[in-house]
């Protein structure tokens, strides 16, 4: 395709007509009506003389002739070497066969000029003067249409120029057909102006391109050589430029011409030395800028008869310049670079555009100026594909990384599910190991808390305390192993509150004093500023705990710890410097990996502690440092920022609300409230039921199946129930007894070895009661339950007193509302009935007596009978207000069976006789 393009663009140079030359001799040039002729040849020539048109002026002064078209300054004629500057007259006469109606196309001339024909003005550009001082330079060029007259015609032209390194004109004035040469001019200039616009977008184009990837130069160079090209062919061949900008001075024009044609010689240069990295001579790029400087600017600050003389030297470095670029291209294309045969061609171009420009410039040919533009623009055209084929093939890298980005991530995606299933089975399998530690320890715990309290013996309670100690210790690891792995999982979440930071730490740390003093350890404890801040204090607890843990694990007798909070900027600095054994310095930066112990701890520590400490830290967005002499003194530093982040949750934590450890265990009509404890380990099971005996009556169900159909059958007053059970678990079965209307107004207490705030939060969402983990203290399940208990019987009470119940003002779950609007609305529709019994009531809502009875106790305090008959009184209340009928009539409306027990119990539950409530409202 590219040598396609190539071979359109020779033939098309090669198809533009020349025209024809004239060839004047002696001053005398014959005109025969031709299409296109150049009024060249030999014109009169007066130096230092603007003679007037008319035969007198020329006849009384010798002439000289010159063959045109060249300089002044350069005829070889010319017995002298005449200078640039100066002002001269030339004359020519044309002898036409017949009249003639002709345009005049005229060149520029250096620099100022007027036209005649047969003595009249026809064209002129800037001031023709024989002084620098009144003479005005202009530059342009024009098209005249004229008259010639058979016979003789006289041109006569007056030249001047003070300026230009050459005076004179170096293009002959061209005449011919007015219907030909003005249409060729115009469409010469629309073909040019579209040429060097293209060209020119193109150039921006590239330039933006390279500022877009922002890497390859070779962009850049290359932008920038084809906008030079394009401003400086804008002054040359139809003058776009000034055809534009008709205002702009000559002298301006010209420096923007010598500019940018010197900047496109340099950014050429610059493009091939960055497209051929690999071939192009560093030094070749380095002399081109070193020339180009200097006469960029030349060009800026020098008149113009200085600059205009590099014309020649440079066209020269400018030829061995192309040159070098073929001979570039060429070792580029035998190593087989990219883009090197588009380049070639484009040279190959370029070079033909070259030497027609020199043709027409010393006027061997005559022909039209766009050629010189076609073969430009053919050049860059052909130039891009080297670029086209650049940017293919970084797309097609960039479709080949893409392709193998996708495949990465993937595989990565893969990875990640496959670490992520990996996290949750490991968090799986922490959890379940902590609630098979956790069930043992709570059958440890509660023994040995009973043992102590009834042993005596110093020996045997020495022996219990420490079982108790070495249960701690191993519930405080499994706590810790536990947090690790929340940590580890992504699940544990700050809560973040505004807490006194120095008084909690002081106050966590004063627990240790009691420790200092028995080991003859002493505790220092500084607080500089009073220093208060947005922390999650759980994560700051444990953080203080296991660092003074550490301290006092690993300090002798008679040592110091110290723990300093300061302020340092918007975070606290805690110090914990303790003068113990210390750390190995090749151990220091170990310390802080899981279960990783130094040569001296090996006995003391589990390896957890200080890897939590530095978990915890870190999800504070904190740091950590430690400096330790071995038997001298250890340091931890911690930086913890106080500032609140918005995405983090807070809350402010509370006590334990406690209820009266006196309150009776005994529910509102006396009996003793029944608890269905629901466990799948037989101990814990056994011991919960002797540890409530006391105060309650107790069943027992060993899986989560069989606790939901005993709670549904028996309607405890209260559940307690393991969390993690095989099969049915504890979320689903406070989820099953919260959603049934026979079972969801019980209290259910949670009990698992998940500690977990997200399981604590699951549990409640599931509408749990309370949340209790292992191993748990007797007392705290004690209270908790009677804490629950209470709540419901204040609120029984309150209902009980109520004799018109309404649903919507009971503090009741939506599943207990529905329940006592199915039982009001039964009651109501069977309001007449007085055969209406607690068995019918049963049957309308689904249940058995003894589970309506219940179920009715716990919520408002009532039995069925006594519902019954307060909803019935109550309607009849309102029917005597609304003197519906006589007292009888109200009786038997509303289910009594005779007006005088109507009138007894009426009396029993409002205190006055119906019929008082009736004069009462005619009052």
Request: net charge negative.
């Given at each position: 395709m590219k040598r396609g393009l190539f071979g359109f663009f020779i033939f098309l140079t090669l198809h533009i007509p020349l025209g024809s030359y004239g060839q004047a001799v002696k001053g005398v040039l014959t005109y025969a009506g031709e299409e296109r002729l150049a009024l060249d040849g030999e014109w009169a020539f007066y130096w230092k003389q603007l003679l007037p048109p008319g035969d007198e002026a020329f006849v009384a002064t010798e002439a000289r002739y010159v063959k045109q078209v060249s300089y002044w300054n350069t005829h070889p004629e010319l017995k002298e070497q005449l200078p640039a500057f100066g002002y001269a007259t030339y004359r020519l006469v044309v002898e036409s066969t017949q009249d003639y109606r002709v345009a005049v196309e005229i060149p520029g001339f250096n620099l100022s000029y007027a036209l005649f024909l047969n003595g009249e003005l026809i064209s002129s550009d800037g001031v023709v003067s024989d002084s620098k001082d009144t003479y005005v330079p202009d530059w342009t060029v024009s098209m005249k249409t004229v008259m010639l007259h058979e016979g003789e015609n006289e041109i006569v032209v007056q030249v001047a120029n003070f300026d230009h390194s050459n005076g004179g004109f170096f293009k002959p004035i061209i005449i011919g057909d007015p219907d030909v040469l003005p249409h060729e001019r115009d469409l010469n200039l629309i073909i040019e102006t579209f040429n060097i616009g293209g060209v020119f977008l193109v150039g921006c184009f590239f330039v933006g391109l390279f500022f877009y990837l922002g890497e390859d130069k070779s962009f850049l160079f290359y932008g920038l050589f084809v906008i030079m090209y394009a401003l400086y062919i804008s002054n040359y061949g139809q003058y776009v430029f000034g055809t534009v900008f008709p205002g702009v001075p000559s002298r301006f024009k010209l420096k923007i011409t010598y500019l940018t044609m010197y900047l496109a010689w340099l950014f050429y240069t610059l493009f091939l030395c960055e497209l051929f990295k690999e071939d192009f001579h560093k030094i070749v790029s380095r002399i081109a800028l070193i020339i180009a400087v200097p006469l960029c600017l030349s060009a800026l600050v020098l008149p113009m008869s200085i600059y205009t003389l590099t014309l020649v030297p440079f066209s020269v470095v400018a030829l061995v310049y192309i040159i070098y670029g073929f001979y570039i291209t060429l070792v580029a294309r035998v190593r087989k670079r990219g883009g090197s045969l588009s380049i070639f061609l484009g040279l190959a171009l370029c070079t033909l555009a070259i030497v027609i420009l020199s043709a027409y410039h010393y006027n061997l040919i005559l022909t039209r100026p766009n050629a010189i533009s076609v073969l430009f623009t053919a050049t860059f055209f052909v130039m891009s594909f080297a670029f086209a084929e650049k940017i293919g093939k970084a797309f097609s890298s960039a479709r080949a990384l893409q392709l193998e980005t996708a495949s990465q991530k993937r595989e990565i995606e893969i990875q990640a599910r496959e670490l992520k299933q990996l996290d949750e089975a490991k968090s799986r399998f922490f959890a379940n190991i902590s609630h098979e530690f956790r069930t043992p320890?709570?059958?440890?715990?509660?023994?040995?808390?009973?043992?102590?309290?009834?042993?005596?013996?110093?020996?045997?309670?020495?022996?219990?305390?420490?079982?108790?100690?070495?249960?701690?210790?191993?519930?405080?690891?499994?706590?810790?192993?536990?947090?690790?792995?929340?940590?580890?999982?992504?699940?544990?979440?700050?809560?973040?509150?505004?807490?006194?930071?120095?008084?909690?730490?002081?106050?966590?740390?004063?627990?240790?004093?009691?420790?200092?003093?028995?080991?003859?350890?002493?505790?220092?404890?500084?607080?500089?500023?009073?220093?208060?801040?947005?922390?999650?204090?759980?994560?700051?607890?444990?953080?203080?705990?296991?660092?003074?843990?550490?301290?006092?694990?690993?300090?002798?007798?008679?040592?110091?710890?110290?723990?300093?909070?300061?302020?340092?900027?918007?975070?606290?600095?805690?110090?914990?410097?303790?003068?113990?054994?210390?750390?190995?310095?090749?151990?220091?930066?170990?310390?802080?990996?899981?279960?990783?112990?130094?040569?001296?701890?090996?006995?003391?520590?589990?390896?957890?502690?200080?890897?939590?400490?530095?978990?915890?830290?870190?999800?504070?967005?904190?740091?950590?440092?430690?400096?330790?002499?071995?038997?001298?003194?250890?340091c931890f530093r911690l930086l913890l920022p106080l500032e609140k982040d918005e995405t983090e949750g807070s809350s402010t934590i509370g006590g334990a609300t406690t209820a009266s450890e006196e309150m009776a265990g005994v529910t509102e009509n006396g009996e003793t409230p029944r608890i269905l404890v629901i466990e799948d380990n037989d101990e814990v099971r056994q011991l919960i039921a002797d540890v409530l005996s006391h105060d309650f009556e107790v069943l027992s169900a060993s899986n989560g199946t069989s606790g939901i159909a005993t709670a549904i059958e028996q309607t405890p007053d209260g559940i307690i129930c393991d969390l993690m059970m095989p099969g049915v678990d504890g979320f689903e079965v406070c989820a099953q007894l919260k959603q049934n209307e026979k079972t969801s107004h019980i209290p259910i207490v949670m009990l698992t070895a998940k500690a977990d705030k997200e399981s604590k939060i699951k549990g409640l969402e599931t509408a749990a009661d309370d949340y209790l983990t292992k191993p748990f203290d007797q007392k705290e399940l004690i209270v908790r339950l009677r804490n629950l208990l209470e709540s419901r019987r204040q609120l029984m009470h309150k209902y009980s007193q109520q004799t018109m119940l309404k649903p919507q003002e009971i503090a009741v779950s939506s599943i207990d509302k529905v329940f006592l609007e199915k039982v009001i609305a039964a009651v109501n529709t069977h309001l007449a009935d007085e055969g209406f019994s607690v068995e019918e009531l049963s049957r309308e809502v689904g249940m058995s007596k003894s589970q309506l009875n219940r179920k009715l106790q716990a919520l408002i305090g009532q039995t069925p009978n006594k519902l019954i008959r307060s909803f019935r009184l109550q309607q009849a209340y309102e029917l005597l207000e609304k003197n519906a009928g006589s007292i009888a009539e109200i009786a038997y409306m509303t289910g009594f069976s005779s007006p005088n027990y109507f009138n007894a119990v009426f009396k029993d539950e409002f205190g006055i006789v119906p019929g008082q409530v009736q004069r009462n409202k005619a009052d």
């Amino acid at each position: 395709m590219k040598r396609g393009l190539f071979g359109f663009f020779i033939f098309l140079t090669l198809h533009i007509p020349l025209g024809s030359y004239g060839q004047a001799v002696k001053g005398v040039l014959t005109y025969a009506g031709e299409e296109r002729l150049a009024l060249d040849g030999e014109w009169a020539f007066y130096w230092k003389q603007l003679l007037p048109p008319g035969d007198e002026a020329f006849v009384a002064t010798e002439a000289r002739y010159v063959k045109q078209v060249s300089y002044w300054n350069t005829h070889p004629e010319l017995k002298e070497q005449l200078p640039a500057f100066g002002y001269a007259t030339y004359r020519l006469v044309v002898e036409s066969t017949q009249d003639y109606r002709v345009a005049v196309e005229i060149p520029g001339f250096n620099l100022s000029y007027a036209l005649f024909l047969n003595g009249e003005l026809i064209s002129s550009d800037g001031v023709v003067s024989d002084s620098k001082d009144t003479y005005v330079p202009d530059w342009t060029v024009s098209m005249k249409t004229v008259m010639l007259h058979e016979g003789e015609n006289e041109i006569v032209v007056q030249v001047a120029n003070f300026d230009h390194s050459n005076g004179g004109f170096f293009k002959p004035i061209i005449i011919g057909d007015p219907d030909v040469l003005p249409h060729e001019r115009d469409l010469n200039l629309i073909i040019e102006t579209f040429n060097i616009g293209g060209v020119f977008l193109v150039g921006c184009f590239f330039v933006g391109l390279f500022f877009y990837l922002g890497e390859d130069k070779s962009f850049l160079f290359y932008g920038l050589f084809v906008i030079m090209y394009a401003l400086y062919i804008s002054n040359y061949g139809q003058y776009v430029f000034g055809t534009v900008f008709p205002g702009v001075p000559s002298r301006f024009k010209l420096k923007i011409t010598y500019l940018t044609m010197y900047l496109a010689w340099l950014f050429y240069t610059l493009f091939l030395c960055e497209l051929f990295k690999e071939d192009f001579h560093k030094i070749v790029s380095r002399i081109a800028l070193i020339i180009a400087v200097p006469l960029c600017l030349s060009a800026l600050v020098l008149p113009m008869s200085i600059y205009t003389l590099t014309l020649v030297p440079f066209s020269v470095v400018a030829l061995v310049y192309i040159i070098y670029g073929f001979y570039i291209t060429l070792v580029a294309r035998v190593r087989k670079r990219g883009g090197s045969l588009s380049i070639f061609l484009g040279l190959a171009l370029c070079t033909l555009a070259i030497v027609i420009l020199s043709a027409y410039h010393y006027n061997l040919i005559l022909t039209r100026p766009n050629a010189i533009s076609v073969l430009f623009t053919a050049t860059f055209f052909v130039m891009s594909f080297a670029f086209a084929e650049k940017i293919g093939k970084a797309f097609s890298s960039a479709r080949a990384l893409q392709l193998e980005t996708a495949s990465q991530k993937r595989e990565i995606e893969i990875q990640a599910r496959e670490l992520k299933q990996l996290d949750e089975a490991k968090s799986r399998f922490f959890a379940n190991i902590s609630h098979e530690f956790r069930t043992p320890l709570t059958m440890i715990f509660g023994p040995v808390r009973e043992l102590l309290l009834a042993v005596h013996d110093s020996r045997p309670r020495k022996y219990l305390q420490t079982i108790q100690n070495n249960a701690s210790r191993l519930l405080k690891l499994v706590n810790q192993i536990l947090e690790l792995a929340k940590l580890d999982a992504g699940h544990q979440m700050l809560v973040k509150e505004y807490v006194d930071v120095s008084k909690f730490i002081i106050e966590t740390a004063e627990s240790f004093q009691l420790e200092a003093k028995s080991n003859s350890i002493k505790l220092l404890l500084r607080a500089s500023d009073q220093i208060s801040g947005w922390i999650d204090p759980d994560a700051l607890e444990k953080i203080v705990l296991n660092l003074l843990s550490n301290a006092f694990k690993f300090t002798p007798g008679g040592g110091t710890i110290a723990l300093t909070l300061s302020l340092e900027g918007t975070k606290a600095r805690i110090d914990v410097e303790d003068t113990g054994i210390g750390i190995p310095q090749d151990q220091l930066s170990f310390i802080f990996d899981r279960f990783y112990h130094t040569e001296s701890d090996k006995q003391a520590s589990s390896g957890i502690g200080l890897s939590l400490v530095k978990a915890l830290v870190d999800q504070l967005n904190g740091e950590i440092t430690v400096e330790s002499e071995p038997g001298v003194r250890t340091c931890f530093r911690l930086l913890l920022p106080l500032e609140k982040d918005e995405t983090e949750g807070s809350s402010t934590i509370g006590g334990a609300t406690t209820a009266s450890e006196e309150m009776a265990g005994v529910t509102e009509n006396g009996e003793t409230p029944r608890i269905l404890v629901i466990e799948d380990n037989d101990e814990v099971r056994q011991l919960i039921a002797d540890v409530l005996s006391h105060d309650f009556e107790v069943l027992s169900a060993s899986n989560g199946t069989s606790g939901i159909a005993t709670a549904i059958e028996q309607t405890p007053d209260g559940i307690i129930c393991d969390l993690m059970m095989p099969g049915v678990d504890g979320f689903e079965v406070c989820a099953q007894l919260k959603q049934n209307e026979k079972t969801s107004h019980i209290p259910i207490v949670m009990l698992t070895a998940k500690a977990d705030k997200e399981s604590k939060i699951k549990g409640l969402e599931t509408a749990a009661d309370d949340y209790l983990t292992k191993p748990f203290d007797q007392k705290e399940l004690i209270v908790r339950l009677r804490n629950l208990l209470e709540s419901r019987r204040q609120l029984m009470h309150k209902y009980s007193q109520q004799t018109m119940l309404k649903p919507q003002e009971i503090a009741v779950s939506s599943i207990d509302k529905v329940f006592l609007e199915k039982v009001i609305a039964a009651v109501n529709t069977h309001l007449a009935d007085e055969g209406f019994s607690v068995e019918e009531l049963s049957r309308e809502v689904g249940m058995s007596k003894s589970q309506l009875n219940r179920k009715l106790q716990a919520l408002i305090g009532q039995t069925p009978n006594k519902l019954i008959r307060s909803f019935r009184l109550q309607q009849a209340y309102e029917l005597l207000e609304k003197n519906a009928g006589s007292i009888a009539e109200i009786a038997y409306m509303t289910g009594f069976s005779s007006p005088n027990y109507f009138n007894a119990v009426f009396k029993d539950e409002f205190g006055i006789v119906p019929g008082q409530v009736q004069r009462n409202k005619a009052d």
